[in-house]
């Protein structure tokens, strides 16, 4: 009995030859725990060791180890200590320059080492399984499908330090030898100005390889700078374009591809990610938000599964005896050789689809081609190693859409709307430039199409003529379909409006009426006169010689402007100024002084003048009455040499011109200076069927003026208004143009009238509601106002006009100014002269009381002498 026990323990022991535990260690980065990899990485084992289908009766256990991304000293120890412990495989870590280091400790110790991680080393390395397609492989897939696209301009923009080795074969040996490459790195803070400097040198084509937590800034970048047209093409190096965000890119004709490596629509794919979503609390978090596995979870995941059918291949033939390693004493273990070669040899299918090796690198896989059509990414072809891209749905690449249509816009040669480049070697479209062209090439990137520029045979907008009853002109090239679209500088009026369609106008404008400069006003030598009127001047002279004439009665009347004079009793002379009496008899050779009065009638007006000037005077009023006239006066001169001062100012410093018309109703009124519009065009139109009266009557005299005053460009009409005696009645767009680049030249007047410019098209076109809607696109996004502004502005070629030159609005004060200031001057002087009268009757009915005498005759004694020419009053009373 215990022989035959002994015996099935032999068969038994001999049966299992693998152990019923397995060991095998993992290494993530500490930003990698609990991420979509590492939860992958564990249902992986718990689904093998739960199903028992691969290794009914083994066990796996993981040891995962997390450390700092960048450290390999660390990293490495953590790999020695995992060895120790026995591990038979070890996986990860993800990041290049760390999974370099693993595998040379793998490879010393006979280790396998899987891998999920981009490879660009193209040689081979020993114990290595790497799942992730060779670098070489994928180049070869990118170069495959430049080809096929014909890609012959290329930008190229990598984020890691490490993405220029994994593109280096495809910058080396380009798919074609005339394939340019424009290579630049770039990260979030830097997308804006690498994109920008593409767009600027007009590359449409761009291999992008950022990293993929990233990428929802680059597409903010893309759609900020507009570069989400049909023109752009964008090829992602990463293999998760299905779980972005591309609802802003739908739509809008943006081309976006990109390789996959799990196929969603496989069905045993499909199941087993029904089986993880299922597996709570960790399968939302292995899947993404849309229920796609990112790449690297996916291939992680096949790792694991390729692990267990190595593992599981080995227990058919061989026995595999677990070894304590160290990495010091560097002892290969005896059965990783074995193990190696049986991973490398497994052969299954995985999420990634078919895996297969040679030399450790996956070979025979499949990469499906994914193209962002309107609705959704699709599936439109594959790429095999060996076979080449397979395109199975052409149209995606080359749709029958409006890009592949061209359409025929004609257009009329006018700055600085469409202009003909002097370089006689260029052809096609890029013969042309200017706000027109830059406008339709906005326009036919929102739209979507391509376009041929056709310059109108006999240069004219388009008019009717009532006498053939025809057009001419684009409206006639419209009307036969010769041309598909008009751009040019085309007034949107009625009459076309009947025969053609317009699309929402691009810009507003009006007729204006454009003069040449006119001539300064000639300086004249008593320009100083000028800001006070003539009636003033010769107000004032009055006013001076009146006030003059006043305060010198007044000072006469008032008895307190007579004053005695000083003494001097050392002299026997009488006083220089004044008069002396017979000699006091009760006195000694002194004589009796009588009193005197400052204010002669020289006096006056030179007091008068004095203060005019405001320089003062040595005479100053003693009376009431004179003081009122004093103040009065000075009152008078403050305000008008203030008013003086202030409109002197004006006239001096701004330049008055000299401008025979004013506006159209002048321009009317007159016949010395002609004037007409171009011929053809909308404004000879709007004069021609106008109903305001003075707008016909300019009409008849347009019409009747011989010579012509029509001319056949706007270059005519302005050459001919600076020749002299001719207003040219014209857009206000060009007119701003014409002004801006020409001191000589000037707007006279306001807009005549309202109306826009657009873009035509045949009656019934499909094209006029797209173009409207991007018209409208591109002004609220201030696209059109950028485009005026460098067509109009900033050309470099604009006039410094002198501020100084605008007409001067100062005008000569007048009566109705400053009237009221000689209002209160003569108030004043009559305030003065009552005064004076009362004084005086107040002084003599004083002196009659103290002699005693009549009133009536000391009044018309003292008046006798007041009016008297002596400058000496009789000494009375105080006055002595």
Request: net charge negative; charged share 25%; aromatic share 10%.
């Amino acid at each position: 009995m215990a022989l035959l026990f002994a015996i099935i323990v032999i068969l038994v022991t001999t049966a299992m030859s693998l152990p019923p535990v397995i060991r095998i260690g993992a290494i993530f980065t500490e930003d990698q725990k609990d991420s979509p990899s590492e939860l992958a990485f564990k249902y992986a084992i718990y689904k093998i060791n739960k199903d028992k289908t691969l290794l009914a009766n083994t066990t796996l256990v993981y040891d995962i180890q997390y450390v700092p991304k960048d450290d390999s000293f660390r990293t490495s120890k953590k790999a020695c200590k995992q060895l120790s412990r026995s591990v038979q495989g070890i996986f990860g870590p993800s990041d290049p320059l760390l999974g370099a280091h693993i595998q040379s400790i793998c490879e010393a110790l006979d280790v396998p080492h899987l891998e999920a991680r981009v490879d660009f080393e193209p040689t081979f390395k020993e114990f290595s399984i790497n799942l992730y397609p060779s670098q070489d492989h994928l180049n070869k897939a990118f170069k495959d499908l430049m080809s096929f696209l014909n890609w012959t301009r290329v930008a190229i923009i990598y984020e890691e330090d490490y993405g220029l080795f994994k593109l280096q074969d495809l910058v080396k040996s380009p798919p074609s030898a005339r394939t340019e490459m424009y290579i630049r790195q770039a990260g979030p803070g830097s997308y804006r100005q690498v994109l920008r400097e593409v767009r600027h040198k007009e590359i449409y084509k761009l291999i992008v390889d950022t990293d993929p937590a990233h990428m929802q800034q680059f597409f903010r970048a893309i759609l900020q700078l507009q570069m989400n047209d049909y023109r752009y093409h964008y090829m992602f190096t990463t293999f998760d374009i299905e779980t972005f965000d591309l609802e802003d890119f739908k739509y809008n004709s943006v081309n976006m591809t990109a390789f996959r490596l799990v196929d969603l629509e496989e069905p045993k794919v499909a199941e087993v990610l029904r089986q993880m979503e299922r597996f709570q609390p960790i399968g939302h978090a292995i899947l993404n938000k849309t229920g796609v596995i990112q790449a690297e979870p996916a291939l992680v995941y096949d790792s694991v599964q390729v692990f267990a059918h190595g593992l599981a291949a080995l227990d058919r033939s061989h026995d595999l005896r677990p070894a304590n390693l160290s990495c010091e004493k560097e002892e290969p273990w005896d059965d990783g050789l074995s193990l190696y070669n049986y991973i490398n040899a497994a052969g299954l299918h995985g999420l990634t689809g078919h895996i297969e090796f040679n030399e450790g690198k996956r070979n025979n896989f499949k990469l499906d081609l994914l193209k962002l059509k309107k609705e959704e990414l699709v599936k439109v072809g594959e790429w095999k190693p060996g076979s080449g891209v397979n395109v199975t749905d052409v149209g995606a690449f080359y749709e029958t859409s409006a890009t592949n249509i061209t359409l025929v816009v004609m257009t009329r040669e006018e700055k600085p709307y469409v202009m003909v480049k002097e370089d006689k070697n260029l052809t096609g479209n890029a013969r042309f430039e200017g706000f027109c062209i830059d406008l339709l090439k906005w326009i036919a990137s929102q739209v979507g199409f391509q376009y041929a520029i056709r310059l109108v045979p006999d240069h004219m907008y388009g008019v009717y003529d009532p006498k053939t009853k025809e057009w001419n002109g684009i409206v006639r090239e419209l009307m036969e379909k010769r041309a598909d679209l008009a751009v040019a500088s085309m007034t949107i009026n009625y009459a076309r409006e009947s025969v053609i369609d317009f699309t929402k106008p691009f810009m507003n404008l009006g007729i204006g009426i454009l003069f040449k400069v006119s001539a300064r006003t000639p300086s004249r030598l008593f320009s100083f006169m000028n800001p006070l009127a003539v009636e003033i001047w010769l107000s004032m002279l009055g006013a001076y010689v009146m006030v003059s004439l006043t305060i010198w009665i007044v000072a006469r009347f008032s008895p307190y402007e007579w004053v005695e004079p000083t003494p001097c009793p050392s002299c026997k002379c009488p006083l220089q100024g004044g008069h002396v009496s017979a000699l006091d008899p009760d006195s000694d050779d002194i004589p009796l002084l009588r009193t005197v009065n400052e204010f002669t009638l020289a006096n006056s007006f030179w007091f008068t003048v004095g203060t005019l000037m405001q320089q003062g005077s040595d005479l100053n009023p003693k009376a009431t009455s004179t003081r009122i006239v004093g103040g009065i006066w000075w009152f008078f001169t403050l305000i008008i040499i203030s008013s003086y001062t202030a409109n002197l100012a004006a006239f001096l410093t701004v330049e008055r011109m000299i401008t025979p018309i004013e506006n159209a109703a002048d321009l009317a009124e007159q016949t010395q200076i002609s004037y007409g519009t171009l011929e053809g065009g909308s404004t000879m139109t709007f004069f021609r069927d106008s109903k305001i009266g003075i707008y016909k009557k300019m009409w008849e005299f347009m019409e009747s003026k011989s010579p012509s005053v029509f001319v056949k460009s706007y270059e005519d009409g302005v050459k001919r208004v600076l020749e002299g005696d001719y207003a040219f009645l014209m857009e206000s767009t060009m007119l701003d143009y014409a002004v801006q680049r020409d001191c000589n030249l000037t707007q006279i007047g306001g807009l005549l009238d309202s109306k826009g410019y657009g873009i035509a098209t045949p009656k019934g076109s499909p094209w006029r509601d797209k173009i409207s809607l991007a018209i409208l696109e591109l002004q609220e996004k201030g696209v059109i106002q950028i485009l005026y502004d460098k067509w109009w502005k900033n050309t470099g070629d604009v006039c410094n006009r002198d501020e100084k030159s605008k007409e001067s609005k100062a005008n000569a004060l007048g009566v109705e100014n400053i009237g009221g200031v000689f209002v209160v001057l003569v108030c004043g002087l009559a305030l003065a002269i009552l005064v004076a009268v009362l004084e005086f009757c107040w002084n003599s009915k004083k002196n009659a009381q103290s002699d005693r005498q009549e009133g009536g005759a000391l009044s018309m004694t003292e008046m006798k002498k007041s009016l008297s020419f002596d400058q000496v009053g009789a000494a009375r009373g105080g006055n002595t």
